[in-house]
Structure formats: structure tokens, C-alpha cells
Nanobody
Framework: QVQLVESGGGSVQPGGSLRLSCAAS????????MGWYRQFPGKQRELVAS???????NYADSVKGRFAISLDNAKNTASLEMNSLKPEDTAVYYC???????????WGKGTLVTVSS
């Protein structure tokens, strides 16, 4: 059993920064990639950033140069550093962890990020 626990998020003014963290707890073996997705009201969830345990990163074009994802393999924790935040970054952010060898694709409960003046 693996659980994802998210922390961070909240409200910030445009141009500000926030950090999201996601810790995978339980029997964590076979982890291949962790990532962050976001969902706007009435829209489907979309990838923000992902990082494999071998160091391959992938970013949405809209966040390149502003967001940075990191993965602490020893702690099974993924963090998303979000800088130069814009109002259009306002969304619910979800952590994802994929264990292809175990057929598991897990999601956190989501955390709200609000960028507003």
C-alpha cells in the first residue's frame, strides 16, 4: 500500500513563489516517475512537470523556465518549486506517482494554488 501526501500550496500574489511537496509512504518500490498535474475548473487534468528516478524531466511549455521539479529518491519525495507565478497558474495541483512494474498509478488528493492580487 502506497499513499501520497501533498503539502504546500496556498495563495500568493502574481510574481511570487510557492513550493509543493509530495511524499510517497508505504511499501515504495518500483517507483519510476513522480509528477505534478493541475486542473482548471471545467477542464481535464494536465501535466505540469514530471521527473523519472533516472533524472529525465518533462515540463509543460507554459511553466518552462518558471517551475522546477526535483525528486529525492531516498525520501521518495517530489517537490515543485514554482516561481514567477501568474494568475493563470491558479488551479488545483495533484501529485502523481507511477509504478509501472506494479501496475500502480497513484494520485494525491490535490492542493489549491491561487495566484491573485
Amino acid at each position: 500500500q502506497v499513499q501520497l501526501v501533498e503539502s504546500g500550496g496556498g495563495s500568493v500574489q502574481p510574481g511570487g513563489s510557492l513550493r509543493l511537496s509530495c511524499a510517497a509512504s508505504g511499501i515504495v518500490f518500483g517507483l519510476h516517475v513522480m509528477g505534478w498535474y493541475r486542473q482548471f475548473p471545467g477542464k481535464q487534468r494536465e501535466l505540469v512537470a514530471s521527473l523519472t528516478t533516472t533524472g529525465r524531466a518533462n515540463y509543460a511549455d507554459s511553466v518552462k523556465g518558471r517551475f522546477a521539479i526535483s525528486l529525492d529518491n531516498a525520501k521518495n519525495t517530489a517537490s515543485l518549486e514554482m516561481n514567477s507565478l501568474k494568475p493563470e497558474d491558479t488551479a488545483v495541483y495533484y501529485c502523481n506517482a507511477n509504478f509501472p512494474g506494479r501496475g500502480m498509478d497513484l494520485w494525491g488528493k490535490g492542493t489549491l494554488v491561487t495566484v491573485s492580487s
